[in-house]
């Protein structure tokens, strides 16, 4: 048999490590929100590789930039000073955050979080506790995600993620997300710093209250710890504005001391960051604690990476896809009745990226369910899938959708009448 003839499944059984739960479907092609498979069957895609693809698939000025910029220069050393990495982290700091600070470019979320948790540490080396010692513990939340490196499993508040590799890396502490009570009485002479998504994406999309973030807030301040958040899923115009946190109605003013994102600020081209505030903590800028040898990445900010990522995040203000989002999030509030569907018994989350939330006790009604022996979420995508919608688990009882930023009305009106005819008892 020539390698044309063998079974992409079997390719994958056999030569890939099987890390992944993978669903059966092979992609050959992408255009704008649309999927299409070896079979040629064509798929509304909102899975947007899972909060990536903030432009679709195949969008002609990232094309046209990865062409450009692949034929002058790919990559180069970061001893070096490619103009493109300065002119994306200057729109990061200037149009992106809007507050002074700097930016440190890697290639992964899993990459940047690990950069905010050794600027915590080399920052609680600088100001110690009140008894000389160095303050090295970080607050974290139950049902949030920050990686799968050690560092970011350790921070990470899902036992699914954490089991089987300790022993983790010595220094986290999580406490109920959205709890402030829990939040006060966690902090101590040891606390360097709270970190934290501000809407919650493998957790189930869970959507920080306005008072938690408050609360978050006035302890960093009165406590010189750093307030730290999480921007991969829900960042660069994700949640309508360009930062998720500001989403939340009250939240606009608030200003974090470090900000960690990748997955929709490249477009579907690897790339992740970290945004360090300038403020000036004692006798120096916390933007400058990170000095020669003390952090790095070979091919973080690559002129390639950075070229491409300055075009998607100039695409996304440019063309103000935020206000898209908006308007498509009211819409599909005011499309949907939960009532109408019987597997569904709530929706969550704000912008584009939103959480389904499954009915379980309705759906164990099925005994294609009950036979299955898969998880009510995965059941679901698996259905809304044969009809032509892709969708993405977030935990055990939540589907999203995170399709990309410029999806147009007639395809998520598409996506909806799929949603409610999938689920619907006279279809099941």
Not at 93 to 121: H, M, T, W
Not at 245 to 257: K, L, N, R, Y
Not at 353 to 366: P, T
Request: glycine share 10%; hydrophobic share 40%; proline share 4%.
């Amino acid at each position: 048999m020539n390698n044309s003839e063998e079974k992409t499944a079997d390719i994958y059984n056999k030569y890939i490590v099987p890390n992944y739960g993978r669903f059966p479907l092979v992609p050959v092609k992408g255009e704008g929100s649309l999927l299409f498979d070896e079979h040629g069957n064509r798929y509304l895609d909102f899975t947007g590789g899972i909060a990536v693809n903030s432009l679709g698939h195949s969008n002609k000025t990232m094309v046209e930039v990865l062409t450009k910029q692949s034929s002058t220069l790919i990559h180069c050393s970061n001893l070096y000073q490619p103009r493109i990495q300065g002119d994306l982290a200057k729109v990061i700091v200037e149009e992106v955050v809007g507050s002074p600070g700097k930016c440190f470019f890697c290639n992964s979320g899993a990459e940047a979080n690990e950069g905010i948790i050794k600027l915590s540490r080399r920052y609680g080396e600088m100001s110690p506790a009140p008894s000389g010692q160095p303050r090295r513990e970080i607050i974290c939340f139950k049902g949030s995600f920050h990686g799968r490196t050690t560092g970011g499993m350790a921070a990470t508040g899902q036992e699914k993620i954490r089991s089987g590799f300790g022993p983790l890396m010595e220094g986290f502490k999580h406490v109920d997300f959205n709890d402030v009570s829990a939040l006060q009485d966690a902090i101590t002479e040891d606390t360097v710093a709270i970190l934290l998504e501000a809407i919650q994406g493998e957790g189930g999309i869970n959507v920080a209250s306005i008072e938690f973030l408050l609360e978050c807030q006035k302890i960093c301040k009165e406590h010189n710890v750093l307030l730290l958040f999480d921007e991969v899923q829900c960042g660069v115009g994700r949640c309508g504005t360009l930062n998720g946190w500001q989403s939340i109605e009250g939240a606009e003013g608030i200003i974090p001391d470090a900000i960690s994102w990748a997955k929709g600020m490249g477009g579907g081209f690897p790339i992740g960051a970290v945004w360090i505030s300038s403020k000036k903590v004692r006798d120096f800028n916390l933007s400058d604690i990170l000095a020669p040898g003390s952090h790095g990445s070979t091919f973080g900010g690559s002129p390639l990476a950075s070229a491409v990522s300055y075009t998607v995040i100039r695409k996304i203000i440019d063309d103000n896809l935020c206000e898209n989002v908006r308007n498509l999030n009211e819409f599909i509030m005011d499309s949907i009745e939960i009532d109408e569907i019987p597997l569904l018994s709530d929706i969550r989350g704000v912008g584009l990226m939103l959480g389904f939330v499954i009915d379980v006790e309705e759906l164990e009604k099925l005994e294609s369910f009950r036979i299955s022996g898969q998880s009510p979420s995965i059941y679901i995508v698996n259905l809304l899938s044969k009809n032509g919608l892709l969708t993405v688990p977030a935990g055990a009882d939540v589907i999203r959708w995170l399709p990309p930023l410029n999806v147009d009305k007639n395809e998520v009106k598409e996506a909806i009448k799929i949603m409610k005819v999938t689920l619907s008892d006279k279809i099941i």
